[in-house]
């Protein structure tokens, strides 16, 4: 099976093309860059240069008039650069050519998604897959998602096994299938069509056809009926819902403009959508309410012929008009010489082009069955991971259902109600998420020492200090930063193994106060999935970098769960002093306990630490975690 936007075939398919035109000389050269352009424009949209698309379909539309697949084309491009109702126009005067042509429909139901009308969406899918010969099981997933919007749950199911069966890794055919086994109460099952690891393949960029959940998004049945709107799910912790955010809505495209023409002036003859050749008579209708003096045909703007003689009937030569979808307009004058009237319809002009060569035959089927799948609408790595979070949270599995839901919110926390997902799902799991702020400033344990060593782990300083911990069976707090642990996660797993604390320094180890809140809180669930990754452990500890802390970062942390822990003596207050000098001069402000902020780095900490602790153990002072001195 031909993958979704391959583009290595499709450079392959132009170059036999070319290579096609010079062996078989011109009858073969004079349509070769239309397939060329086809196959180069269905390239362009894979690698999503929508501008570039649109250019090579309208070569490919120069070149032959009378090519379907050109129209869908150009109409894929305007759809992506946000002109759907030029879109939709051309998507319909393709099939007007080709009534046959699935991509023509595919692109149209892609016009009904991008508007809103899963119902319309789903039916032009399904009519797409009906006249499809290739590239199913996209269609036929399309059809599905669009059901499971709409509650079909049973129908949708049915349309993503067979696209399964087609394409057993086709992410929305799997996401198809998983939402509507939530959607049905069969958690297990979801979690079996969802949690299936992914194979590698190219995909096609989706730019306006990558589709929210078919669940867990605003719009879709199963969200209404489960009051899943975020304030609704939080409004028992009102001061941790976030402000809305500014929604972009594109500016619809404003409707046309009613016609000034009665109705009483119509073209009577040909039809609308006829196929015509050679000299064809054009009718004109008109009840006499109009003084109308004269009329003038025109083809594609072209002045082809007039009338003064009622009935208005006036004969055109249609060889003169390149083949393919034309507008006949004609318009009526009155005597003074003003429009008064004027009608317009899309008719075919076929007056017999030159028959194909194989190549481009094969480059124009290549050109339709891309086109189909472009058209079709594709999930996201994302949308697949919170509703396997959802089915893992409704299977009973709550610690897995949070590390899918800490991926997506830590790529994405804007998309719909990932948050309250996450949060909720803290909760469930009993971290103190969403209750009031939580600090500690000082010890409960009276004369306790809790030395707490940040920025870690370093490859260097980390092993050091563990080892110098060991030698006075010390029990110290770290406090990692997310991408450190990603880095070196085998000295996280022995920090925690030697009976140490954890908790985290954030992600990237940035000042929390010149982000956004979501922003703050996205480093948080970041930082705290890094470190269960690396050695298992959910932590529920947290220092601000550089204690920056505000309002913002504060409720940031207490919606997660976590509390805040400060320091009462910092080894940066002594910058440029020598080690022993230090030691001696912490000991003393230590002499009734406290926190002691210490570094995992080429700080003062490394010349002081030894000192430090022979001190400590001298004056015979209790060594622990934070928890163990907190009261947990």
Same mark, same amino acid.
């Given at each position: 099976?031909?993958?979704?936007?391959?583009?290595?075939?499709?450079?392959?398919?132009?170059?036999?093309?070319?290579?096609?035109?010079?062996v078989?000389?011109?009858?073969?050269?004079?349509?070769?860059?239309t397939?060329?352009?086809?196959?180069?424009?269905?390239?362009?949209?894979?690698?999503?240069?929508w501008?570039?698309?649109?250019?090579?379909?309208?070569?490919?539309?120069?070149?032959?008039?009378?090519?379907?697949?050109?129209?869908?084309?150009?109409?894929?491009?305007?759809?992506?650069?946000?002109?759907?109702?030029?879109?939709?126009?051309?998507f319909?005067?393709?099939?007007v050519?080709?009534?046959?042509?699935?991509?023509?429909?595919?692109g149209?139901?892609?016009?009904?998604?991008?508007?809103?009308?899963?119902?319309?969406?789903?039916i032009?899918?399904?009519?797409?897959?009906?006249?499809?010969?290739?590239?199913?099981?996209?269609?036929?997933?399309?059809?599905?998602?669009a059901?499971?919007r709409?509650?079909?749950?049973?129908?949708?199911?049915?349309?993503?096994?067979s696209?399964? %069966?087609e394409?057993?890794d086709?992410?929305?055919?799997?996401?198809?299938?998983?939402?509507?086994?939530?959607?049905l109460?069969?958690a297990?099952?979801?979690?079996?069509?969802?949690?299936?690891?992914?194979?590698?393949?190219?995909? %096609?960029?989706?730019?306006?056809?990558?589709?929210?959940?078919?669940l867990?998004?605003?719009?879709?049945?199963?969200?209404?009926?489960?009051?899943l709107?975020?304030?609704?799910?939080?409004?028992?912790?009102?001061?941790?819902?976030l402000?809305?955010?500014?929604?972009?809505?594109?500016?619809?495209?404003?409707?046309?403009?009613?016609?000034?023409?009665?109705?009483?002036?119509? =073209?009577?003859?040909?039809?609308?959508?006829?196929?015509?050749?050679?000299?064809?008579?054009?009718?004109?209708?008109?009840?006499?309410?109009?003084?109308?003096?004269?009329?003038?045909?025109l083809l594609?703007?072209r002045?082809?012929?007039?009338?003064?003689?009622?009935?208005?009937?006036a004969?055109?030569?249609?060889?003169?008009?390149?083949?393919?979808?034309?507008?006949?307009?004609?318009?009526?004058?009155?005597?003074?010489?003003?429009?008064?009237?004027?009608?317009?319809?899309?008719?075919?002009?076929?007056?017999?082009?030159?028959?194909l060569?194989?190549?481009?035959?094969?480059?124009?089927?290549?050109?339709?069955e891309?086109?189909?799948?472009?058209?079709?609408?594709?999930?996201?790595?994302?949308?697949?991971?919170?509703?396997?979070?959802?089915?893992l949270?409704?299977?009973g599995?709550?610690?897995?259902?949070? %590390?899918?839901?800490?991926?997506?919110?830590?790529?994405?926390?804007m998309?719909?109600?990932?948050?309250?997902?996450?949060?909720?799902?803290?909760?469930?799991?009993?971290?103190?998420?969403?209750?009031?702020?939580?600090?500690?400033?000082?010890l409960?344990?009276?004369g306790?020492?809790?030395?707490?060593?940040?920025?870690?782990?370093?490859?260097?300083?980390?092993p050091? =200090?563990?080892?110098?911990?060991?030698?006075?069976?010390?029990?110290a707090?770290?406090?990692?930063?997310?991408?450190?642990?990603?880095?070196?996660?085998?000295?996280?797993?022995?920090?925690?193994?030697?009976?140490?604390?954890?908790?985290?320094?954030?992600?990237?180890?940035?000042?929390?106060?010149?982000?956004?809140?979501?922003?703050?809180?996205q480093?948080?669930?970041?930082?705290?999935?890094?470190i269960?990754?690396?050695?298992?452990?959910?932590?529920?500890?947290?220092?601000?970098?550089?204690?920056?802390?505000d309002?913002?970062?504060?409720?940031?942390?207490?919606?997660t769960?976590?509390?805040?822990?400060?320091?009462?003596?910092?080894?940066?207050n002594?910058?440029?002093?020598?080690g022993?000098?230090? %030691?001696?001069?912490?000991?003393?402000?230590?002499?009734?306990?406290?926190?002691?902020?210490?570094h995992?780095?080429?700080?003062?900490?490394?010349?002081?630490?030894?000192?430090?602790?022979?001190?400590?153990?001298?004056?015979?002072?209790?060594?622990?975690?934070?928890?163990?001195?907190?009261?947990?």
């Amino acid at each position: 099976m031909t993958t979704i936007g391959n583009a290595s075939a499709l450079r392959a398919a132009v170059r036999a093309v070319l290579l096609a035109a010079v062996v078989t000389g011109a009858a073969a050269a004079a349509y070769c860059s239309t397939g060329e352009d086809l196959l180069a424009g269905c390239e362009a949209l894979y690698r999503g240069e929508w501008a570039a698309a649109e250019a090579a379909f309208t070569r490919a539309a120069a070149g032959d008039g009378d090519c379907a697949e050109a129209l869908v084309g150009q109409g894929a491009a305007a759809l992506q650069l946000g002109r759907t109702a030029e879109a939709a126009r051309l998507f319909e005067q393709a099939a007007v050519i080709a009534p046959e042509l699935a991509a023509a429909h595919a692109g149209l139901a892609a016009c009904r998604h991008v508007g809103g009308d899963d119902y319309a969406a789903m039916i032009a899918y399904r009519r797409a897959l009906g006249l499809a010969q290739a590239r199913r099981a996209e269609l036929r997933a399309s059809a599905g998602w669009a059901a499971c919007r709409l509650g079909l749950y049973e129908s949708a199911l049915a349309e993503a096994r067979s696209a399964m %069966a087609e394409s057993p890794d086709d992410p929305l055919a799997r996401h198809v299938a998983g939402a509507a086994l939530i959607g049905l109460n069969r958690a297990e099952e979801a979690v079996a069509a969802l949690g299936r690891p992914a194979a590698f393949s190219h995909g %096609a960029t989706p730019g306006v056809l990558a589709v929210p959940s078919a669940l867990l998004s605003p719009g879709a049945k199963y969200w209404a009926d489960n009051g899943l709107d975020e304030r609704v799910r939080l409004a028992e912790a009102p001061h941790h819902v976030l402000e809305q955010p500014a929604v972009y809505e594109p500016t619809p495209e404003p409707a046309p403009t009613p016609s000034d023409q009665p109705e009483e002036f119509a =073209i009577i003859r040909p039809k609308p959508g006829e196929i015509v050749s050679g000299m064809i008579e054009v009718a004109v209708e008109t009840d006499g309410t109009i003084s109308i003096d004269h009329i003038a045909v025109l083809l594609d703007d072209r002045f082809m012929a007039i009338s003064n003689v009622r009935p208005f009937r006036a004969r055109v030569e249609t060889r003169q008009i390149a083949d393919g979808a034309r507008e006949l307009r004609v318009e009526g004058y009155a005597e003074s010489g003003a429009v008064v009237a004027s009608t317009a319809i899309t008719i075919r002009v076929a007056n017999g082009s030159m028959t194909l060569a194989p190549s481009e035959r094969d480059a124009r089927r290549r050109a339709r069955e891309e086109l189909a799948a472009l058209l079709s609408l594709r999930a996201t790595p994302l949308t697949n991971a919170q509703l396997l979070g959802r089915a893992l949270q409704l299977a009973g599995r709550p610690a897995e259902a949070i %590390a899918s839901l800490e991926y997506v919110f830590g790529h994405d926390p804007m998309l719909p109600g990932v948050r309250a997902d996450l949060l909720l799902a803290y909760r469930d799991f009993g971290l103190p998420a969403l209750d009031g702020s939580r600090e500690v400033f000082i010890l409960d344990t009276p004369g306790a020492v809790a030395l707490t060593f940040d920025d870690g782990p370093h490859p260097v300083m980390t092993p050091r =200090i563990l080892d110098l911990l060991d030698r006075y069976d010390y029990r110290a707090t770290f406090f990692l930063v997310g991408k450190q642990a990603t880095m070196y996660p085998g000295l996280v797993r022995e920090i925690v193994e030697r009976g140490h604390e954890i908790g985290s320094h954030s992600q990237t180890h940035c000042n929390l106060c010149t982000l956004s809140r979501l922003g703050v809180e996205q480093e948080l669930v970041r930082s705290r999935a890094a470190i269960r990754q690396a050695c298992g452990r959910m932590v529920t500890l947290f220092r601000p970098p550089g204690g920056n802390y505000d309002a913002r970062v504060r409720s940031a942390a207490a919606a997660t769960g976590f509390t805040t822990v400060f320091w009462n003596e910092n080894i940066g207050n002594y910058p440029g002093r020598e080690g022993p000098e230090i %030691a001696d001069s912490m000991a003393e402000k230590l002499s009734n306990g406290g926190i002691v902020l210490l570094h995992n780095g080429y700080d003062e900490t490394q010349y002081a630490l030894p000192h430090l602790l022979d001190r400590l153990d001298a004056m015979g002072v209790r060594c622990d975690t934070i928890s163990a001195l907190t009261n947990g």
